[in-house]
Structures are given as C-alpha cells and as structure tokens.
C-alpha cells in the first residue's frame, strides 16, 4: 500500500536547528516534495528531491535516500515564522499523483 | 514563480444552496488541475484530479453529483459544491500542474473556506 509517515509536532527554539524526518512505501517514485502550510493558508514549495543526496536552498535543505525510503527537510536557524505544517509528498509514477503525508506541526518557542 | 488566483477566498452560504469555486492559473498553462480538501488541523485529501476538457478523476469515496468539476480551458478549473450541507464545510484548496514544468512542482491557489449554515 501507499504510505507516507512523519511525526505529527515537533518543538524547537528560535536560532536552532530541527530536521524533521519523513518515509514513504509508494509502488512507485518519481519525486519527493516538502511543502510548507501556515495555519488558514495554501502550501506552498520548499522543495524537490528525485535523486539522492542533498540539497540545500538558504536555511532550508532537504535530503532524500531512496534505497532507504527516506527524506529530511532541515531547516537551519530558526525563525518564529518558521512555525506551520510541514508536509512531505511523494509523486507516484505509475499514475503521476501526488500521496501526501499527514504534516509536521511545528512549534517554535523564543 | 507561477501564480494560481483561487477565488472566492471565504464563502458563507445556507444549506441546499450551490456554490462554486473558481481556479485559474494566471502566467502559464495548467493541464492538470486539482482539487482539495482541508479538515482543521489535517493533511490535504485530495478529491479529484482535472484535466482539461476531459472529464475529472475522482478518488474513491468522493462523490461525483455533489462536486462538480469543470475545466473548460487551460487556466481555469471550476469546483461546485451542489445542494451543500454543514458537513461540507471546509478548506478547499486547488493545485495546478505548469504544463511543461521540469520539477512537476504544483502551484497552490489561496485557498476557499466554504461555511455551510
């Protein structure tokens, strides 16, 4: 079956970093999408990984091993803004849709 | 970056009436479209995937006659919610694939907050 698992909340302060895990068992892969969600808002795009390894983008990078069925998204030297949802997907290649994980609440205290 | 205009934004209507849900992308082309949907603190559903000018795919266990789907065109994709219940409020989130596009990154619209009465 399709499934995708990442922790429901996680906590971190201001200036730190977090790194918030994300496995997927898809019958197929063609992509791993993080997408941050502000509470009331739309997602929008953090990042794509298809190959392995990681890749970085300002404070925020994301890692992916598929052998593993792993992904990362880290984000460095946090900010309160950076309190919301972060969501991992994995686009499917055997019908192209997108399966969602359920979302990372996070909290960040000062 | 693309930009997808979802519209209207928050909607308050009494329960049996229609409401629709309009999703354009507004620079670029979007054969595919989808719809979602929100429940408070929870993950996105997604309720059909749109194609343009064909008829929309539904997921398993969403109903077709209740929500209506129309993309008519390139940038626009329509959802209506038909004969809506208070159980039909939500979030109603579309998406839009940049024909093309070299990521397969989906473009998000702002979002429709439908509250039934």
């Known amino acids: 079956g399709q499934n995708i698992d990442q922790p429901t909340e996680m906590t971190a302060t201001e200036g730190a970093i977090v790194q918030i895990n994300c496995t997927y068992q898809?019958?197929?892969?063609?992509?791993l999408f993080w997408y941050q969600q502000h509470a009331g808002e739309a997602p929008t795009f953090l990042s794509y990984?298809?190959l392995d390894g990681l890749e970085e983008k300002g404070r925020f990078s994301s890692f992916l091993s598929r052998s593993k069925g792993y992904s990362y998204l880290l984000l460095k030297e946090l900010q309160m803004k950076d309190s919301a949802s972060y969501l991992c997907?994995?686009?499917?290649?055997?019908?192209?849709?997108?399966?969602w994980g359920a979302g990372t609440k996070l909290i960040i205290k000062p | 970056g693309a930009v997808v205009s979802q519209h209207p934004s928050r909607v308050i209507c009494k329960s049996g009436t229609s409401v629709k849900i309009e999703c354009r992308s507004l620079?670029?082309?979007?054969?595919?479209m989808f719809w979602y949907r929100q429940f408070p603190k929870k993950s996105l559903m997604l309720m059909a995937t749109?194609?343009?000018?064909?008829?929309?795919?539904?997921e398993q266990g969403v109903e077709k006659d209740k929500f209506l789907i129309n993309h008519a065109s390139l940038t626009l994709s329509t959802l209506t919610v038909t004969s809506a219940h208070p159980e039909d409020s939500s979030f109603y989130i579309c998406?839009?694939?940049?024909?093309?596009?070299?990521?397969?990154?989906?473009?998000f619209g702002e979002g429709s907050r439908l509250t039934v009465l």
């Open positions: 998406s839009a694939e940049e024909w093309g596009g070299s990521t397969g990154e989906l473009f």
């Open positions: 620079d670029f082309q979007a054969t595919t």
């Open positions: 749109s194609n343009e000018g064909s008829k929309a795919t539904y």
């Open positions: 898809t019958s197929g892969f063609n992509g």
């Open positions: 990984n298809v």
């Open positions: 997907a994995v686009r499917d290649d055997s019908n192209y849709q997108l399966i």
